[in-house]
């Protein structure tokens, strides 16, 4: 998927060390140059995009912790909308109140009748699943707790992981193999194809020569987010050029998510009547 970078070239599939990316202020940050090939070898841009790229590890308690709780919180509110279903109670219960109140008006007098304890202890577990979910939702700093609901939410979990591998998780690429210059180990990364970012042509080229931290004029340059010097990251460079045809799949994907247009459906019983005048329409 990666090959090493060539001497003195900056262009399309490009992968940089000390990139920016929003969500992810605090951690090691790579960039994949998105601009046409032929506008860069011609030195036709003013300045180049490209879009980040994250550790597996580290995206899946930002971005990936967003997919996944959004789809627990979505299963855990359709089992309670079940529940009030199958007790004669309205769903639009759900949007007038909270799920603390409807449990206390409609189910806490009944909590210990022998007919209704699992029941209601079942309804209980998943309201407070609930409050963890949207809680975590709201921050995710917390990473050991984030992890501990992370694993009760498992199957979503894999189900997300499912999709990105397949490349069918909108929004995000997976990148196998591209090695982690901390580590000197390829590892799995994430690119955030919705991020779009840029980088004056005058830094890119101090990139592709290389650029350290202690070089880097931050008051000169005050305006410009990219390089990103974060932890052990000290050193803006380009390690690795993605090859074909993984550039131009990515690439597809990153254009697939700017170019849907929505129309409306045809009638397909109108449709049938075309075929009428010749005896086939229904």
Known sequence: MFDAPRANEFTQGTVFSCAYA????????????????????????????????????????????STVLDRAEADYMNTISDRLEKDGLSESLLSTHSLAAIYDAHYKKIENEKARKSQCEKLRNVIAQVAETRTLQIDKTNRERLRAHLTVCKSHVDSVVKELAGHRLSGYYLLRGLEALDSGE???????LREVHHIPSSVAKSITNGISKDQWDVAQNKNVVCPKFTGTDDYALPMAKLTSPWIEHLMQNFALL?????????????????????????
Do not use: H, M
């Open 258 to 282: 700017f170019s849907r247009i929505g129309v409306r459906d045809n009638d397909v019983a109108d449709v049938r009547k075309s075929l009428q005048t010749i005896g086939i329409g229904a």
């Open 186 to 192: 390829a590892q799995d990364f994430v690119a955030l």
């Open 22 to 65: 929003e969500n992810y202020q605090d951690e090691s940050v790579y960039g994949l140059i998105i601009t046409a090939r032929c506008d860069a070898a011609q030195a036709k841009v003013s300045a180049f995009t490209y879009v980040p790229v994250i550790p597996l590890s580290s995206w899946i308690y930002v971005d990936g912790a």
